[in-house]
Protein backbone atom coordinates (compact mmCIF):
# COMPACT_ATOMS: atom_id res chain seq x y z
CA UNK A 1 0.00 0.00 0.00
CA UNK A 2 2.69 2.40 1.07
CA UNK A 3 5.17 3.70 -1.45
CA UNK A 4 8.73 3.44 0.30
CA UNK A 5 11.04 6.02 -0.15
CA UNK A 6 14.32 5.64 1.90
CA UNK A 7 15.97 9.01 2.57
CA UNK A 8 19.71 9.49 3.08
CA UNK A 9 21.17 12.85 4.89
CA UNK A 10 18.34 14.84 4.84
CA UNK A 11 16.83 18.28 7.11
CA UNK A 12 13.50 16.72 8.09
CA UNK A 13 11.53 14.06 6.53
CA UNK A 14 8.25 16.19 7.17
CA UNK A 15 9.55 19.01 5.51
CA UNK A 16 10.56 16.52 2.25
CA UNK A 17 7.03 14.71 3.05
CA UNK A 18 5.19 18.22 2.78
CA UNK A 19 7.77 19.26 -0.61
CA UNK A 20 6.83 16.55 -2.53
CA UNK A 21 2.87 16.97 -1.91
CA UNK A 22 3.96 20.69 -3.26
CA UNK A 23 5.56 19.82 -6.00
CA UNK A 24 2.52 17.59 -6.89
CA UNK A 25 4.63 14.42 -6.84
CA UNK A 26 2.55 12.23 -4.56
CA UNK A 27 -0.91 11.18 -5.64
CA UNK A 28 -1.11 8.05 -3.22
CA UNK A 29 0.13 6.89 -0.04
CA UNK A 30 3.41 7.12 0.59
CA UNK A 31 6.31 7.16 3.33
CA UNK A 32 9.66 8.49 3.97
CA UNK A 33 12.43 7.89 5.93
CA UNK A 34 15.71 8.77 7.48
CA UNK A 35 18.30 7.23 9.75
CA UNK A 36 20.52 10.43 9.33
CA UNK A 37 17.47 13.77 10.00
CA UNK A 38 19.51 16.92 11.03
CA UNK A 39 16.72 19.29 11.39
CA UNK A 40 13.78 17.72 12.71
CA UNK A 41 10.98 19.11 14.57
CA UNK A 42 7.85 18.29 17.02
CA UNK A 43 4.88 20.07 18.03
CA UNK A 44 4.57 23.79 18.12
CA UNK A 45 7.92 23.80 16.28
CA UNK A 46 10.56 22.55 18.74
CA UNK A 47 13.18 20.86 17.77
CA UNK A 48 13.35 16.94 18.19
CA UNK A 49 15.96 15.85 20.47
CA UNK A 50 17.69 12.91 18.63
CA UNK A 51 20.42 10.68 19.12
CA UNK A 52 22.89 8.97 16.77
CA UNK A 53 21.04 5.67 16.72
CA UNK A 54 17.04 7.00 15.53
CA UNK A 55 15.07 6.67 12.79
CA UNK A 56 12.75 9.61 11.26
CA UNK A 57 9.32 8.60 9.65
CA UNK A 58 6.62 11.00 7.79
CA UNK A 59 3.43 8.58 6.07
CA UNK A 60 1.41 10.75 3.99
CA UNK A 61 -1.95 10.19 2.37
CA UNK A 62 -5.10 12.20 1.46
CA UNK A 63 -7.89 13.12 3.99
CA UNK A 64 -10.65 10.89 2.16
CA UNK A 65 -8.64 7.61 3.11
CA UNK A 66 -9.39 8.68 7.22
CA UNK A 67 -12.02 11.05 6.69
CA UNK A 68 -13.29 10.63 10.49
CA UNK A 69 -9.80 11.24 11.83
CA UNK A 70 -9.13 14.82 12.33
CA UNK A 71 -5.66 16.11 13.72
CA UNK A 72 -7.01 15.78 17.62
CA UNK A 73 -7.51 12.08 17.41
CA UNK A 74 -5.05 11.00 14.97
CA UNK A 75 -1.70 11.73 17.52
CA UNK A 76 -4.00 9.24 20.43
CA UNK A 77 -4.72 6.72 17.41
CA UNK A 78 -1.08 6.15 15.89
CA UNK A 79 1.02 6.58 18.86
CA UNK A 80 -1.12 3.49 20.16
CA UNK A 81 -1.11 1.90 17.25
CA UNK A 82 2.97 1.96 16.38
CA UNK A 83 3.48 1.41 20.43
CA UNK A 84 1.76 -1.40 20.01
CA UNK A 85 3.45 -2.96 17.10
CA UNK A 86 6.54 -2.23 18.46
CA UNK A 87 6.19 -4.08 21.77
CA UNK A 88 4.89 -7.36 19.45
CA UNK A 89 7.87 -6.75 17.45
CA UNK A 90 10.18 -6.64 20.16
CA UNK A 91 8.87 -9.42 21.70
CA UNK A 92 7.71 -6.91 24.94
CA UNK A 93 5.40 -7.31 27.44
CA UNK A 94 2.08 -5.70 26.58
CA UNK A 95 2.62 -2.47 28.37
CA UNK A 96 6.43 -2.23 28.48
CA UNK A 97 5.84 0.79 26.38
CA UNK A 98 3.75 3.92 27.77
CA UNK A 99 2.02 6.92 26.58
CA UNK A 100 1.94 10.85 27.54
CA UNK A 101 -0.62 12.84 26.11
CA UNK A 102 -0.93 13.76 23.82
CA UNK A 103 1.57 12.73 21.30
CA UNK A 104 4.36 11.18 23.28
CA UNK A 105 6.03 7.90 23.02
CA UNK A 106 7.36 6.52 26.59
CA UNK A 107 9.76 3.98 28.18
CA UNK A 108 10.66 3.56 31.73
CA UNK A 109 9.34 6.90 32.21
CA UNK A 110 11.17 8.65 29.48
CA UNK A 111 10.38 10.17 26.17
CA UNK A 112 11.60 7.80 22.89
CA UNK A 113 9.97 9.52 20.70
CA UNK A 114 6.80 11.26 19.63
CA UNK A 115 3.86 11.54 16.79
CA UNK A 116 3.27 15.04 14.84
CA UNK A 117 0.34 15.58 12.63
CA UNK A 118 0.13 18.20 10.29
CA UNK A 119 -1.97 19.09 7.11
CA UNK A 120 -1.12 20.60 3.87
CA UNK A 121 -3.75 21.31 0.60
CA UNK A 122 -2.46 20.75 -2.78
CA UNK A 123 -4.74 21.83 -6.00
CA UNK A 124 -8.08 21.76 -3.09
CA UNK A 125 -6.90 18.35 -1.87
CA UNK A 126 -6.16 17.98 2.02
CA UNK A 127 -3.23 16.07 2.87
CA UNK A 128 -1.97 14.22 5.76
CA UNK A 129 1.44 14.27 6.56
CA UNK A 130 2.58 11.98 10.25
CA UNK A 131 6.16 12.24 11.49
CA UNK A 132 6.88 10.00 13.76
CA UNK A 133 10.69 10.47 15.39
CA UNK A 134 12.26 7.52 17.43
CA UNK A 135 15.22 7.53 19.64
CA UNK A 136 16.98 3.89 19.22
CA UNK A 137 19.93 3.91 21.00
CA UNK A 138 21.65 6.51 22.88
CA UNK A 139 25.59 6.19 22.91
CA UNK A 140 26.74 8.60 25.05
CA UNK A 141 23.92 8.89 26.79
CA UNK A 142 21.45 12.27 26.84
CA UNK A 143 22.37 14.92 28.40
CA UNK A 144 18.45 15.65 29.43
CA UNK A 145 17.70 12.44 31.97
CA UNK A 146 14.19 13.26 30.79
CA UNK A 147 15.03 11.41 26.59
CA UNK A 148 15.05 7.59 26.67
CA UNK A 149 15.56 5.34 23.78
CA UNK A 150 13.76 2.19 22.40
CA UNK A 151 17.03 -0.24 22.83
CA UNK A 152 19.28 -0.85 25.52
CA UNK A 153 22.96 0.06 25.09
CA UNK A 154 24.19 -3.71 24.73
CA UNK A 155 21.73 -4.69 22.00
CA UNK A 156 23.40 -5.08 19.06
CA UNK A 157 21.25 -7.68 16.40
CA UNK A 158 18.49 -5.67 15.90
CA UNK A 159 17.73 -4.03 12.65
CA UNK A 160 16.80 -0.29 11.83
CA UNK A 161 14.73 -1.64 8.53
CA UNK A 162 12.53 -3.98 9.79
CA UNK A 163 11.41 -1.28 12.89
CA UNK A 164 10.84 1.09 9.85
CA UNK A 165 8.44 -1.74 8.46
CA UNK A 166 6.67 -2.79 11.47
CA UNK A 167 5.77 0.67 12.02
CA UNK A 168 4.71 0.81 8.50
CA UNK A 169 2.68 -2.27 9.12
CA UNK A 170 0.97 -0.50 12.39
CA UNK A 171 0.35 2.37 10.59
CA UNK A 172 -2.12 0.83 7.83
CA UNK A 173 -3.97 -0.15 10.41
CA UNK A 174 -5.54 3.22 10.54
CA UNK A 175 -7.01 2.97 7.09
CA UNK A 176 -9.25 0.16 8.58
CA UNK A 177 -12.27 0.93 11.11
CA UNK A 178 -10.91 2.19 13.92
CA UNK A 179 -12.45 1.50 17.66
CA UNK A 180 -12.48 4.44 19.41
CA UNK A 181 -13.73 2.94 22.72
CA UNK A 182 -10.80 0.21 22.22
CA UNK A 183 -8.05 3.08 21.52
CA UNK A 184 -9.21 5.17 23.93
CA UNK A 185 -8.94 2.30 26.47
CA UNK A 186 -5.68 1.05 25.72
CA UNK A 187 -4.11 4.71 25.24
CA UNK A 188 -5.41 5.48 29.09
CA UNK A 189 -4.08 2.03 30.44
CA UNK A 190 -1.14 3.16 29.31
CA UNK A 191 -0.69 7.07 29.97
CA UNK A 192 1.87 7.82 32.33
CA UNK A 193 -0.16 10.89 34.03
CA UNK A 194 -3.29 8.56 34.32
CA UNK A 195 -4.89 9.62 37.33
CA UNK A 196 -2.21 12.14 38.56
CA UNK A 197 -2.95 15.80 39.05
CA UNK A 198 -1.47 17.55 36.48
CA UNK A 199 -1.39 21.20 35.00
CA UNK A 200 -2.01 22.54 31.61
CA UNK A 201 -0.73 25.55 29.60
CA UNK A 202 -2.89 26.68 26.76
CA UNK A 203 -1.45 29.62 25.41
CA UNK A 204 -1.18 32.25 28.10
CA UNK A 205 -3.45 30.46 30.77
CA UNK A 206 -2.78 27.55 32.89
CA UNK A 207 -5.25 25.35 34.18
CA UNK A 208 -4.72 22.34 37.02
CA UNK A 209 -6.77 19.38 37.86
CA UNK A 210 -7.18 15.76 38.16
CA UNK A 211 -6.08 13.95 34.57
CA UNK A 212 -9.39 11.96 34.28
CA UNK A 213 -8.24 10.48 30.77
CA UNK A 214 -8.62 10.70 27.17
CA UNK A 215 -11.85 11.53 25.40
CA UNK A 216 -13.32 10.01 21.69
CA UNK A 217 -12.54 13.80 20.37
CA UNK A 218 -8.81 13.08 21.24
CA UNK A 219 -8.33 15.32 24.00
CA UNK A 220 -7.43 15.44 27.97
CA UNK A 221 -9.98 15.52 30.55
CA UNK A 222 -9.25 17.33 33.87
CA UNK A 223 -11.23 17.14 36.81
CA UNK A 224 -11.00 21.27 37.28
CA UNK A 225 -12.85 21.36 40.58
CA UNK A 226 -14.21 18.62 42.51
CA UNK A 227 -17.49 17.06 40.13
CA UNK A 228 -16.55 19.65 37.13
CA UNK A 229 -14.60 18.43 34.43
CA UNK A 230 -13.23 20.70 30.85
CA UNK A 231 -11.67 18.60 27.90
CA UNK A 232 -8.35 20.27 26.68
CA UNK A 233 -7.43 20.06 22.55
CA UNK A 234 -4.67 21.57 23.16
CA UNK A 235 -1.64 22.22 25.53
CA UNK A 236 1.45 21.16 27.48
CA UNK A 237 0.80 19.40 30.36
CA UNK A 238 3.42 18.57 33.60
CA UNK A 239 2.98 17.04 36.79
CA UNK A 240 1.66 19.34 40.10
Same mark, same amino acid.
Given at each position: ????????????????????????????????????????????????????????? #??????????????????? &????? &??? !???????????????????????? !??????????????????????????????????????????????????????? &???? #??????????????????????????? !?????????????????????????? #?????? !??????????????
Amino acid at each position: MWKENELKKIDSTQKEAIRKILDGEIISPEFFYSYNQYDGYGTHGKKWEQCKHSVAI #SFVWSKEFTPKLNKTVLPI &VVSTK &VIQ !GLEKYLNLSKHTLGLKWPNDLIKD !GKKIGGVLVQTTNYKKVEWIVVGIGLNLIWDPPPKNKYFGSLLSKNISNYSKKQI &VLNI #SKSMKKIFKSIDMNNIIHEFNRRDIFN !GKLLKIKVNNDEYSGKNCGITKSGGI #SLEIKK !GSKQTFTTGNINLL
